[in-house]
Structures are given as structure tokens and as C-alpha cells.
């Protein structure tokens, strides 16, 4: 009997153990720093009028607001070096059904001439993500994304130690699962690091 419980308190021990090394419990850690994983919801709203774009990047405030051509997006870091943006997506389908958005940012191309070393200059990031997105029934889908950004440039600070924000176009393509037409959208954006 008595080797029994110390064979289960060492079998405790151990679990607990396993669980604090994050070895063997599979619980997400809130604290993390990871970026979000991406969350779909179905939105009230009209649908688009004739011509108006059934998918575009919305305001991270939310709501049918279009995101301003622009805008300014903040990069966020995680704990593990890693960098990305989150984005806003809203989507009106005639149907429910999977779609895969592809995301991607793409850097501004960089003005031709030969500039001055020391002049201040903005970073260079690309980024992309794949998301599956679980569409609404005939109304509007908005989805929540993370867009991973590489920096292959950090950029050089002005005078007053700041670093100009990285200028580029926000892309989307979607796909709906099997057969179907894609629809795309863009948007000239700005990264803040």
C-alpha cells in the first residue's frame, strides 16, 4: 500500500512537473506574446451596392469603414523574434463555404538614383499568411488576421532618432474551396515599426 501512493505522488510530481516545463500540457499560454489566431465572424450590413467591392480591407475599428489608403499599420513583436501586422478583412458571399485568403505585403519599390548613405530611410519588410476562412450564409464575413512580416532592411533613423514607417501594398486573394471565381483586393498601406 505505502508503495503504492509514493509511486502515484512520484507519478504527480512528474505531470506536474512535465506541465510547469511546458513539456507535455498542450494549454496555450495566454501571456505568450504569439500572435492571435485568426477570428471570423459574420457582420450586419447591406450588401454591396452595383460596382462597390465585395472584399476589402476594413478599418481595424471595425464596422463597414474601408481602411484609408495610407493608413498606418503597427508592428507587433513576438517573443520568439518574430514580427507581424494585423489586418481587417470584410467579405460579402452569396453562400457559406471555405475560402483560402492569401495575404501579402509588398514593399514599395525603391525611387531610382543613388541616395545618400546618411539620409533617412524607411525599411524594407515583405509579409504574407494563408488563412482559412469559414464564409457567412449570404451576408457579410469579417475576419482578423495576422500578416508575418520579414524585415530584410531596417531602415536608418532621422535626425531625432525615429525611423520612417515601410511603405508598401497590402494584397488579399481569395479562393473559395473548389470550383469558383476569386476575388482580390489592395490597398497601399504603411508599416510603423
Keep these: 500500500m505505502r508503495h503504492q501512493k509514493l509511486r502515484t505522488s512520484v507519478a504527480i510530481t512528474a505531470l506536474l512537473g512535465l506541465c510547469s516545463m511546458g513539456t507535455f500540457c498542450v494549454l496555450p499560454d495566454p501571456n505568450s506574446g504569439a500572435p492571435p489566431d485568426p477570428s471570423t465572424a459574420c457582420a450586419d450590413g447591406e450588401p454591396p451596392a452595383a460596382g462597390a467591392a465585395a472584399l476589402f480591407f476594413s478599418d481595424p475599428s471595425g464596422g463597414a469603414a474601408p481602411l484609408a489608403p495610407d493608413a498606418v499599420l503597427r508592428l507587433e513583436y513576438g517573443p520568439q523574434g518574430g514580427q507581424h501586422v494585423m489586418v481587417t478583412i470584410r467579405h460579402h458571399t452569396r453562400g457559406d463555404g471555405v475560402w483560402a485568403y492569401r495575404l501579402g505585403f509588398e514593399p514599395e519599390a525603391a525611387e531610382p538614383g543613388t541616395p545618400d548613405p546618411a539620409a533617412p530611410r524607411p525599411p524594407v519588410l515583405e509579409g504574407s499568411n494563408t488563412v482559412p476562412v469559414n464564409a457567412c450564409a449570404s451576408g457579410w464575413t ?3 488576421a495576422p500578416v508575418f512580416v520579414d524585415i530584410r532592411d531596417g531602415g536608418l533613423a532621422d ?15 481569395a479562393t473559395p474551396k473548389g470550383a469558383g471565381e476569386k476575388a482580390s483586393a489592395e490597398i497601399p498601406v504603411q508599416i510603423a515599426m
Design 142 to 144: 469579417e475576419t482578423v
Design 159 to 173: 535626425a531625432a532618432g525615429e525611423i520612417p514607417a515601410a511603405r508598401g501594398v497590402l494584397r488579399l486573394v
